[in-house]
């Protein structure tokens, strides 16, 4: 029933914490888990205009997407040492716009993420991400807090 799972990470101790719960869903007969991670390009843009239009944006976003790939596979050794089928994902682009497509493209059963990610204001209840995927995508999602 579960059989493809999403887990969107910013490779935050909340996304981390998913990594328990695909464990323990593991006998519901998940067949993959496809651990994303979307580089934001507004904060590289961002970056850009603090440094007066000098960033090379294609260069930064070429970097940013192969050190996400590699970070990738250290981050979900957890998941690969118990014995499910692991594949990985590095999108461009709003985070949450992302994780609502990739999880429609790829037709996945279930979204997993964290109810919160880096940010630290501890009145903060839900991320803005969690917030949107929550609202709009068509899939379940599960929150992990
Ligand atoms: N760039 C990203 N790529 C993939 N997944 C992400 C990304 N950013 C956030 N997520 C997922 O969304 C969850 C919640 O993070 P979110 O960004 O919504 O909260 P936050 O960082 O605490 O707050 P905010 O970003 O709104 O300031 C994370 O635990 C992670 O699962
Ligand atoms: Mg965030």
């Not at 716009?97 to 964290?114: H, L």
């Amino acid at each position: 029933m579960i059989s493809r799972i999403l887990l969107p990470t910013d490779f935050s101790e909340h996304s981390r914490k998913c990594f328990d719960y695909i464990i323990k869903l593991k006998d519901c007969g998940i067949e993959e888990v496809i651990i994303m991670h979307v580089v934001d390009l507004k904060i590289i843009r961002e970056t850009d205009v603090i440094f007066d239009g000098e960033v090379d944006e294609e260069q930064v976003i070429e970097r940013s997407i192969k050190q996400a790939e590699e970070k990738l596979k250290v981050f979900t050794e957890p998941l690969a040492e118990n014995g499910l089928r692991i594949s990985f994902l590095v999108k461009i682009g709003n985070p949450c716009s992302e994780i609502i497509r990739a999880a429609d493209e790829m037709n996945v059963s279930m979204i997993v993420m964290g109810h919160r990610g880096h940010n630290l204001a501890e009145e903060l209840l839900l991320g803005s991400n969690s917030e949107k995927v929550i609202r709009k995508s068509s899939k379940p999602v599960l929150l992990i807090k």
